[in-house]
């Protein structure tokens, strides 16, 4: 038969129970000593005092070091707040888009006498040229919301506009605003956000069958761009902040006038499309941008091409 011992608890339970009357009986001779003799209880309490001051004082020193240390170390990235990410500039062949609103200079003046919006097969064109143009303006509701890659034809499209106005007008093929900006995607043309690559252009005119000349402007012949301009071939020129444009806009150059003039197809602007312009002043405004032959080509049509 096994001795009964008890349960363990009650063997550990005795101990703690001395201890903390042991602790109430020195709390209560304390608190009769401060009253019956406060000299030998300030004598008694000293070395308790002493310690808990110096205990406060070496927590205060600790505290104030860990507050200096924390101001100049610096915290891992993924404590910090995040930032957000900086928009990343322009790939530098691509147009350079900038969307912030001017007021754009005035317009020369319109020569509805030399030129005109007419409709010809169904289709709207510019006259007035070696070469009736057909006219595409990427606001057009109907494709102004089309897709350009994950951006829009309205506001990101006027490269495969205008390359649509070239092909439509230089050859047999016939290629909406909405057909050639998915072409363009397809043949990596697009720039997100930036509208399109500047070679845009003489990809484009290769594809379908256009002879593409880049002329560096400061080596351009005024007289050999009206010559050009006069004989049917069109220009695509990439324009910079002016009087088309804030940042980076392509339009065709589409022919001259008797008394040296320029006619352009503008895809955001019918209205500029029936301006007038000098030459100086589309050289002078034109993009600084040098890729792909940038900023001025010049489109010859397929050699059996007949002009109408």
């Not at 062949?93 to 969307?99: A, I, T, V």
Request: hydrophobic fraction near 40%; charged fraction near 20%.
């Amino acid at each position: 038969m096994k001795n009964f011992r008890g349960p363990k608890k009650s063997r550990h339970l005795i101990p703690l129970l001395s201890l903390t009357a042991l602790l109430c009986v020195g709390v209560v001779e304390l608190a009769v000593c401060s009253v019956q003799d406060p000299e030998l209880f300030q004598r008694l309490t000293a070395p308790a005092r002493e310690c808990a001051a110096q205990l406060g004082e070496a927590g205060t020193r600790v505290w104030d070091a860990f507050l200096q240390a924390s101001a100049t170390v610096q915290l891992p990235r993924h404590w910090e707040d995040e930032e957000p990410e900086p928009e990343l500039p322009p790939p530098e062949e691509s147009q350079e888009l900038d969307n912030e609103v001017r007021e754009p200079p005035p317009l020369p003046v319109a020569a509805t006498d030399v030129t005109a919006l007419a409709e010809r097969d169904g289709r709207l064109c510019l006259t007035g040229g070696a070469r009736s143009v057909v006219y595409y303006d990427q606001t057009d509701p109907a494709w102004a919301e089309e897709p350009y890659g994950s951006d829009r034809i309205g506001g990101y499209g006027c490269g495969p506009v205008a390359m649509a106005m070239a092909v439509s007008s230089m050859t047999e093929h016939q290629m909406d605003p909405a057909q050639m900006a998915q072409w363009c995607v397809d043949q990596g043309y697009w720039a997100r956000k930036h509208g399109s690559y500047l070679s845009i252009v003489p990809g484009t005119a290769e594809a379908f069958g256009l002879a593409c000349t880049s002329i560096p402007p400061e080596e351009a012949d005024p007289d050999d761009l009206l010559q050009r301009l006069a004989t049917g071939q069109m220009g695509v020129a990439l324009m910079g902040p002016g009087h088309f444009t804030n940042g980076g806009h392509f339009i065709l150059l589409r022919g001259v006038t008797l008394d040296g003039r320029v006619l352009v197809a503008d895809p955001a602007s019918p209205e500029r499309s029936l301006t007038l312009w000098d030459l100086e002043l589309i050289l002078g405004e034109l993009s600084p941008s040098r890729h792909d032959g940038a900023p001025l080509w010049m489109l010859s049509p397929p050699i059996f091409d007949n002009i109408s």
